[in-house]
Structure formats: structure tokens, C-alpha cells
């Protein structure tokens, strides 16, 4: 992805001085002569950070990696061999948005991975399926492969009853499907990898797995991706702050409630100085616009839509602050969300709500605002912007501790030891 900047096409420069190169040769390659297959539904690749950067390291420690996901804007070939993996698309023009919807969305996600399954099984084989959730139904392709020695290991990225009544504001039959479908994947998967601490947690007490089984990947980010760029004035609109938010634009990010503090600014605080730039898409990203117009805040708020990277680092260069605006809810508290890594990455210090997983990942690099609060989301902004000494000693924090804890680099160990496991299991 590329674009041009206002002040044309821009050099990236690496972000600190620490080197952060991505493992392009594991030494020992302690994973030669194994075969892998990672399953993913939701996003294609190599557009799902997190994954990619799964199977590039899986690839650089030795193994054969091969990937069935869902084909996306820019991403329309069914197949491609890059960087040394081979990445098999399918089409999935169903788009979800009630609990029929998904199921129909499902039943038609797996039967494209079991026949794509069987067809790279036949070409080049595989040792493990690695299939990453939503949903957690990877494990109906796994089983069939089971009595042909191939194990399961289950990408814990979502907790999906959290996230069920989190959409739908309800529990009920589809619900408790949702806590079934969880069970039975635990119960499927040799070894399970969780996002956070939370979520091994989770694999434990309701998955019932034992702790030697659940190893803890973060999806810290690729230092050597992330690159700071020359700040550009365009994103201020002529304001003298820039506040950003990188993420989806759906119905549990909370986007409703940094509308709400936005307006809170402008109307009541009367600052009329802060600009603020919202990058990505997603399904709620016309209503937004549309609450935005009705509010009369179309000129103090910019989405982008799904951005160009150019655009992105230009946004995270160019802002004072971060934002995250997801709601306190059981599904937000105890998730890990790649917006809050980004900006630590950038040396932004940030405003969010206050969450348990949250707080672990930025600890000092933010404030923190009532529970769904959004006139003190509001006030912890503009405290935060009128205060630049204390951004920056925020932003340091944060950029120190993505390179010295979080970032991909220390997440190689831990996902290679999760391997080694599932290939030492009987």
C-alpha cells in the first residue's frame, strides 16, 4: 500500500535508535521439515498484521507455511506465494450483521477451508492446522484431519461470548452456542496460544487446558514496519492539535463516545483548536459520518477510511495524542487492542477508558478516563494536550516499552516454544 504525502513522496525513517529488524533466519531452524497450515476467516492476508507476522517467523524458523483466508479489497487473487508462503484465498460475499447472518457467514467459511484444506493437504501436505478465531468452529476442519496425525493448535484471538453479547447486547441460545463452540475448540487444540494474560486465563479456568498447554503471544508490533515519517499538516486542518485514532469503525469501538467528547469540546470546553483524524473502516463507518453531520462536526473530525500505510504513519507522526474510545465492557477489559501498540510504537501518549488489558500495555503512556464517561474522556484530552511535557515523558514510556517488552521481537521465543510443544504431544 502507498501513496503520496502533501509534501510528495517521503523517505521512512526507523523510529528510536534500537534496531528492530523482523527474523527473516531463525538460527538451528528448530522448525525444518515441518508443514503448516494457518486457517483465518475474518481478514485476508497479508492484511492481518498479526498473522502475517505469525507465519513469516514460523517460515524463518524452517517450517513450510501455507494459509487459507478469505480474499479482500486488494487482495483478490485466490492464490499467492509471498515472501516464501503460500497464501490460498477464498470469496466470502456473505457480510454478516445479525446472528443468522453469521452463522451463514460460517457454514460458508468452512466449506472454502475444508476443500482448500484438502487440496493443499494433497500438494504439499501439513503437520498442524493453526486456526485463528473468530470463529471458533476451525476446529470442524481440523477434525477431519485428525486420524491423519494432524494436530490443532488454536490462535486464541477473541473471546467470542464476550464478544456475542458485547454486539447484541444479550445472551440467550446463541450465546450459550458461542460458549459451546469455545469448549469444543479448547477440548480439539493440543496447544492453544493466547493473545494476553486474560486470555490464558480463559484457556484455562473455562477451557480447561493446562498451563504447560497455553503460551502468551502478544501481537506486539513489527518495529521494523512501523516507520516515523515527516509530519504532515494537511491532518491538522489548520488546528494546532491533532488527536488520532487507528482501528475499526464498528459498533463496539466506542466510536459513538469520542463523538460524544468531541462535541463536549467544541460546544461546552469551546476549544476549537483540536482537529481530530479517525483511520479505518468497517461496517459502522457511514453512520458515523452521518452522527458526525448531525452534530455539525464534520470540519473538527476526519475519517479516512481503510488508509494506504503512507497515510497511516503520516497520521501517527504527525498527532499529539492517541485516542481509544472502546468501551469498558467484559469483552474490551480483558483484550489487547493493536491501536494502543501503534501508538506507543510512534512515542504518542494516549487517552482511553479503563480497561485491565489496557492499562497493562500502556501503564504509564496514558491517562485514563471513567468507565464510559465521555465528558471525562473529554477533559483527560484536554488535559493531555495542554500539558506537552508530560506527552512527551508519556510518549517515551510507551516507546520504551514497546521495544523493550512488547514489540514482535519478543514474541518469537514464545511462539516457537508453543510448536515445539505441539509437536512433543503424542
Known amino acids: 500500500m502507498a501513496s503520496t504525502a502533501e509534501t510528495g513522496q517521503l523517505t521512512p525513517k526507523p523510529l528510536g535508535g534500537v534496531s528492530q529488524e523482523f527474523p527473516t533466519f531463525i538460527e538451528g531452524q528448530p522448525l525444518a521439515g515441518r508443514k503448516v497450515l ?48 503460500h497464501i490460498h484465498r477464498h470469496r466470502l460475499p456473505v457480510e454478516a450483521d445479525s446472528a443468522i447472518g453469521y452463522l451463514a457467514e460460517y457454514g460458508l467459511a468452512l466449506f472454502w477451508e475444508s476443500v482448500l484444506a484438502w487440496k493443499i493437504f494433497f500438494q504439499r501436505g501439513f503437520h498442524v492446522i493453526h486456526g485463528c478465531n473468530p470463529p471458533d468452529l476451525i476446529f470442524l476442519v481440523a477434525l477431519q484431519f485428525r486420524l491423519l496425525g494432524v494436530k490443532f493448535l488454536f490462535d486464541h484471538h477473541d473471546i467470542n461470548p464476550e464478544l456475542y453479547e458485547a454486539k447484541f447486547n444479550k445472551r440467550g441460545f446463541f450465546w450459550k452456542l458461542m460458549v459451546l463452540f469455545e469448549k469444543v475448540t479448547f477440548k480439539v487444540a493440543s496447544v492453544s496460544i493466547a493473545t494476553n494474560q486474560s486470555y490464558r486465563k480463559i484457556a484455562m479456568e473455562r477451557g480447561g487446558k493446562a498451563s504447560d498447554d497455553v503460551f502468551v503471544v ?20 489548520g488546528r494546532r492539535f491533532l488527536v488520532g485514532y487507528v482501528g475499526v469503525m464498528g459498533e463496539q469501538e466506542g466510536i459513538d ?30 453512520s458515523l459520518r452521518a452522527e458526525v453531520d448531525r452534530r ?34 467484559p469483552m474490551n477489559d480483558k483484550s489487547t487492542m493493536n491501536k494502543i501498540m501503534e501508538y506507543m510504537a ?28 465521555s465528558h471525562d474522556l473529554a477533559v483527560k484530552i484536554v488535559e493531555l494536550l495542554d500539558d506537552p ?14 521495544e523493550n517488552e512488547l514489540s514482535w521481537g519478543h514474541q518469537v521465543d514464545p511462539l516457537i516454544a508453543a510448536y515445539q510443544r505441539v509437536f512433543s504431544r503424542a
Not at 301 to 306: A, H, I, L, N, P
Request: glycine share 10%.
Open 257 to 286: 463516545l469520542l463523538i460524544e467528547a468531541v462535541d463536549h469540546i467544541v460546544r461546552d470546553l469551546g476549544r476549537t483548536d483540536i482537529q481530530f483524524c479517525l483511520v479505518g473502516g468497517g461496517s459502522s463507518l457511514d
Open 296 to 329: 455539525g462536526l464534520a470540519d473538527f473530525m476526519t475519517f479516512t477510511g481503510r488508509a494506504p500505510d503512507i497515510d497511516l504513519f503520516e497520521v501517527l507522526s504527525t498527532m499529539d495524542i492517541g485516542v481509544n474510545p472502546d468501551r469498558v465492557n
Open 346 to 373: 510512534f512515542g504518542k501518549p494516549m487517552v482511553q477508558f479503563d480497561v485491565t488489558e489496557g492499562r497493562f500495555s500502556a501503564q504509564d503512556a496514558s491517562l485514563y478516563a471513567a468507565a464510559n464517561d
Open 218 to 237: 502478544r501481537s506486539g508490533p513489527d518495529l521494523s514496519r512501523l516507520k516515523a515519517v515527516e509530519p504532515a499538516s494537511r491532518w491538522r486542518n
Open 389 to 402: 511535557a508530560r506527552r512527551e515523558r508519556m510518549g517515551e514510556s510507551g516507546r520504551q516499552r514497546v
Open 38 to 85: 494457518i486457517i483465518v476467516e475474518n481478514l485476508p492476508l497479508p492484511f492481518d498484521r498479526r498473522v502475517w507476522q505469525e507465519a513469516r517467523t514460523l517460515r524463518a524458523a524452517g517450517a513450510e507455511v501455507s494459509i487459507i483466508c478469505p480474499t479482500g479489497k486488494g487482495h483478490e487473487a485466490r492464490y499467492e506465494y509471498l515472501e516464501g508462503v
